[in-house]
C-alpha cells in the first residue's frame, strides 16, 4: 500500500497550488479519501473529505470557498486544489485513505509554504 503526494512548495500570499496524491496497492474506488495538514507545533487538522465514489465532499471551514477536493478512480488519484493561499495555510499536508471496515493509509506528506 502505498500514497505519494507531490505538488506542494513555497507560494505567495494569494497564489495558488494543487496538490495530487496517488494510491497504489489497495481498491481506491472502495475508500473516502481525505487531506490533513500540520503546521509546526500544532495539531493534525482535517482539511477535506471526498467519498468514495466522489459525489460527497467536505470541508473544515478554514478553507471554505478556496479549497477543492476531487478524485479520478480511474487513475488512482486525489486532488487538492488551493487557491487564495494565506500565510496560514503554511503546514505539511498529508493524504488519507479511509475505509471503516478496513482501516486507513497515509501518506508521507508535502510541504506547503505561503510567504512573500
Same mark, same amino acid.
Given at each position: 500500500? #502505498?500514497?505519494? !503526494?507531490?505538488?506542494?512548495?513555497? $507560494?505567495?500570499?494569494?497564489? @495558488?497550488?494543487?496538490?495530487? &496524491? $496517488?494510491?497504489?496497492?489497495?481498491?481506491?474506488?472502495?475508500?473516502?479519501?481525505?487531506?490533513? /495538514? #500540520?503546521?509546526?507545533?500544532? !495539531?493534525? !487538522?482535517? +482539511?477535506?473529505? =471526498? @467519498?468514495?465514489?466522489?459525489?460527497?465532499?467536505?470541508?473544515? %471551514? @478554514?478553507?471554505?470557498? /478556496?479549497?477543492? =477536493?476531487?478524485? %479520478?478512480?480511474?487513475?488512482?488519484?486525489?486532488?487538492? #486544489?488551493?487557491?487564495?493561499?494565506?500565510? !496560514?495555510?503554511?503546514?505539511?499536508?498529508? &493524504?488519507?485513505? $479511509?475505509?471503516? /471496515? +478496513?482501516?486507513?493509509?497515509?501518506?508521507?506528506?508535502? #510541504?506547503?509554504?505561503?510567504?512573500?
Amino acid at each position: 500500500v #502505498q500514497l505519494v !503526494e507531490s505538488g506542494g512548495g513555497l $507560494v505567495q500570499p494569494g497564489g @495558488s497550488l494543487r496538490l495530487s &496524491c $496517488v494510491a497504489s496497492g489497495f481498491t481506491f474506488s472502495s475508500y473516502g479519501m481525505r487531506w490533513y /495538514r #500540520q503546521a509546526p507545533g500544532k !495539531e493534525r !487538522e482535517l +482539511v477535506a473529505h =471526498i @467519498s468514495s465514489t466522489g459525489v460527497s465532499t467536505n470541508y473544515a %471551514d @478554514s478553507v471554505k470557498g /478556496r479549497f477543492t =477536493i476531487s478524485r %479520478d478512480n480511474a487513475k488512482n488519484l486525489v486532488y487538492l #486544489q488551493m487557491k487564495s493561499l494565506k500565510p !496560514e495555510d503554511t503546514a505539511v499536508y498529508f &493524504c488519507n485513505a $479511509v475505509n471503516l /471496515r +478496513v482501516g486507513s493509509y497515509w501518506g508521507q506528506g508535502t #510541504q506547503v509554504t505561503v510567504s512573500s
